[in-house]
């Protein structure tokens, strides 16, 4: 089944810098990749998405790229800001069945003002 | 996006009993739902594939005759912890979508068996 792998665990920067985490999965009919976002004690919210068409999706200060050959996505959020500070995870809906997602590990944020 | 709503947000309940969690969705309708399983600081492990009219779908190491679950309409999937056990404690969350791809998730039910 799918596997899918994130990098790194946690990640503290300064407000205002940048922000990426990375996701690797390992099966490669994997066709729909989400990042969810966790706040402490609330349920994860959708945040972005990308299909396996397209390369590239950008929403304000959050991207999402996507590399098929190598098998890896990665979110990027510029200009962050304290607000940004949750636990994102990444997701790939894998070819086994309707809808089912494999998460990855989750990546804890902190942005320090 | 999509409602999912769950009830109750937070359970606490004795050794031996069991607790039924449900799972609606509010503005579209979900022949599948999704349950998930979350220990602090970690991962959605996901428990089973709820399926509408039909059995569900449990992975691997999930117990079955543990976490019963039901899917009897196109709104609501119930999750019934039976015979809880400490062990059991855990923030469980149900997941559905209006469409092929994106999913929506409900605000979870943390369970503490004492």
């Known amino acids: 089944g799918e596997n899918v792998e994130q990098h790194p665990s946690t990640l503290s920067v300064q407000e205002g810098d940048s922000a990426v985490i990375k996701c690797t999965y390992s099966d490669s009919a994997s066709n729909y990749f989400p990042w969810y976002k966790q706040e402490l004690g609330k349920r994860p919210q959708l945040i972005i998405d990308i299909r396996s068409n397209v390369g590239e999706k950008k929403d304000q200060r959050i991207a999402v790229t996507l590399n098929k050959t190598a098998k890896h996505f990665s979110l990027h959020i510029t200009e962050t800001q304290p607000e940004d500070s949750a636990v994102y995870f990444c997701a790939a809906r894998g070819n086994t069945g309707f809808q089912k997602l494999v998460f990855g590990t989750g990546t804890r944020l902190l942005v320090s003002p | 996006g999509a409602v999912v709503s769950q009830h109750p947000s937070r359970v606490i309940c004795k050794s031996g009993t069991s607790v039924k969690i449900e799972c609606r969705s509010l503005d579209f309708q979900a022949t599948t739902m999704f349950w998930y399983r979350q220990f602090p600081k970690q991962s959605l492990m996901l428990m089973a594939t709820?399926?509408?009219?039909?059995?569900?779908?449990?992975e691997q190491g999930v117990e079955k005759d543990k976490f019963l679950i039901n899917h009897a309409s196109l709104t609501l999937s119930t999750l019934t912890v039976t015979s809880a056990h400490p062990e059991d404690s855990s923030f469980y969350i149900c997941?559905?979508?209006?469409?092929?791809?994106?999913?929506?998730f409900g605000s979870g039910t943390q369970l503490s068996v004492l």
């Open positions: 997941s559905a979508g209006p469409e092929d791809t994106k999913l929506f």
């Open positions: 709820s399926n509408e009219g039909s059995k569900a779908t449990y």
